[in-house]
């Protein structure tokens, strides 16, 4: 906003024509999928070429349906897409254990573990393996909280695979028919035509 060029109002235009053609496009929350929370996180490593900062995408779900989900630049520069990936899974694991508490404090609901999936072997491997040590020690202490949440139970990290990881979307610019699949994949859909259906 401070120095707008071109290339701002070209992307500005683009968003108002993608709000203008999914105006009947939302959310629908069901009881399915039961009280558990499961979340996706995914970065983008080395995309920011001017600064070098990853982006970290993160969304959760409770049950089945989508309830908070984010999108931001990763504070500092990492030195490999695997840890990249492994600060954006602490990133998630903080917002998993905020969920955890404000759903717990609102309604009751415990639940032992949260679910994290990643798409990113070797950042699940420096998780869950204190031998990667000597590869990781120049990461920022802060993004090792990680490994102390999975050892005490908080947080259980799994693999999920590319075409399956959710938060892909929230950065990423898609080919149509990969975003679309990606967009209903997240939980949002077309309820005009679902009010059709009923």
């Not at 105006?23 to 009280?35: D, S, T």
């Not at 050892?151 to 590319?162: K, Q, T």
Request: glycine share 8%; hydrophobic share 35%; proline share 2%.
């Amino acid at each position: 906003m401070q120095d707008p060029k071109d290339h701002h109002l070209k992307a500005i235009k683009q968003v108002i024509r993608y709000i203008k053609g999914t105006k009947e496009h939302g959310i629908i929350y069901k009881k399915e999928g039961g009280c558990r929370i499961t979340g996706y996180n995914d970065s983008s490593y080395g995309i920011n070429t001017d600064q070098g900062k990853g982006t970290t995408r993160i969304v959760f779900y409770f049950g089945e349906s989508p309830i908070t989900w984010c999108t931001q630049k990763q504070p500092t520069v990492a030195l490999s897409s695997c840890e990249s990936e492994f600060m954006a899974a602490t990133g998630a694991t903080c917002q998993a254990l905020w969920l955890k508490r404000l759903l717990s404090e609102i309604t009751g609901w415990e639940d032992e573990r949260i679910t994290l999936k990643v798409d990113n072997i070797s950042a699940i491997a420096l998780v869950r393996n204190l031998i990667f040590h000597g590869r990781s020690k120049h990461i920022d202490i802060r993004y090792h909280f990680i490994r102390e949440c999975v050892e005490n139970g908080h947080i259980n990290v799994e693999h999920v695979s590319g075409e399956l990881q959710r938060a892909d979307i929230l950065t990423k610019a898609l080919p149509r028919l990969k975003f679309v699949t990606m967009r209903q994949m997240l939980g949002v859909q077309d309820l005009g035509r679902s009010n059709d259906q009923d």
